[in-house]
């Protein structure tokens, strides 16, 4: 059986000795990039080894591709190699916020065509509220053949982004706080505002009030009555730099709304040239 979207911590610890599972920690912090690294060193899953989201997840900045740009796809599979992942690895990535870091990993997974990736529901404080064992030892990780067959759908650049506007779909979806939606609190990027048409949906409403994600058929209805008769193939999803987009996504994919997209530029990109259109306010 692959798991594809979420896995469970008891699935979880039932695999830390297969040796065709792979665990990766994407435990970040935006405001202090070395946490993550720091919380991992400290202690982490058996096994488990570390995922950086700038220097691994993303590619550098030129100042017009957003804060968290996509690494070249060979770029990325090479280094899913070192982290010892081939074609066949089930793969679980997990955090401490939520999923959101984790689902970035997940997203860029399917990306370069691989399918069995999960995100641990609830993270890393499921996993130490099971409880189960840690460590702070760090894996001996023997290099894996990844070969990319990158996904060119999943994926929508700021060029199609802006020749959609005006039109019914795709149905633009800002995974943004609401705040930030309507150009009230931007603290990140230049520029405050949304996307001309988009509609929030703030991806901390995919969790309850465990940390993990809510149940599919809540998050079904949840999704419905924002996308109402728009197919989930005709939707596209952004937030500031393409990361809490991919839990809105992820959700989505738990909910059995499948085949949406991800516009990973998103509002970094966007506003990078100022020619483009912005919307404040709800409108």
């Known amino acids: 059986m692959n798991f594809t979207t979420l896995i469970s911590v008891a699935d979880l610890a039932g695999h830390l000795d297969d040796p065709n599972w792979v665990i990766c920690d994407c435990r970040h912090d935006l405001a ?14 058996p096994g488990a080894r570390f995922v950086h989201l700038d220097e691994d997840l993303s590619a550098p900045m030129t100042g017009r591709n957003g804060r968290h740009p996509l690494p070249d796809p060979e770029r990325f599979a090479r280094r899913a190699s ?55 030892q760090l894996p001996k990780i023997e290099a894996a053949g990844f070969t990319a067959r990158a996904r060119t759908d999943l994926a929508r650049d700021a060029n199609t982004v802006a020749a959609s506007l005006g039109k019914r779909v795709p149905l633009l979806l800002d995974a943004r706080a609401p705040d930030r939606f309507r150009g009230e609190n931007e603290t990140l990027d230049p520029v405050a505002g949304h996307i001309p048409g988009a509609v929030n949906r703030f991806f901390k409403l995919n969790l309850d009030a465990t940390g993990g994600f809510k149940p599919p058929a809540a998050l079904r209805q949840d999704f419905e009555a924002i996308l109402g008769a728009v197919p989930p193939s005709e939707v ?25 997209r991800l516009y990973p530029g998103s509002w970094s990109e966007w506003v990078s040239d100022r020619s483009r259109p912005v919307a404040i306010g709800n409108d």
């Not at 202090?32 to 899953?45: I, N, V, W």
């Not at 690895?89 to 990306?111: E, F, I, N, P, T």
């Not at 991919?246 to 959700?251: K, R």
Request: aromatic share 10%.
């Open 32 to 45: 202090d990039t070395g946490a993550g690294r720091r919380a991992y060193r400290k202690s982490h899953l």
């Open 82 to 136: 070192e982290l010892g992942i081939s074609n066949s690895s089930q793969v679980v990535a997990y955090d401490a916020s939520g999923g959101y870091y984790a689902a970035r990993m997940w997203w860029m997974l399917r990306w370069l065509g691989h399918e069995a990736v999960a995100v641990l529901d609830g993270g890393w404080n499921a996993w130490l509220n099971a409880p189960h064992s840690i460590t702070n």
């Open 236 to 260: 596209v999803h952004y937030c500031g730099s393409g990361v809490t987009a991919c839990h809105n996504l992820l959700a989505m994919e738990v909910a059995g709304l499948t085949g949406s």
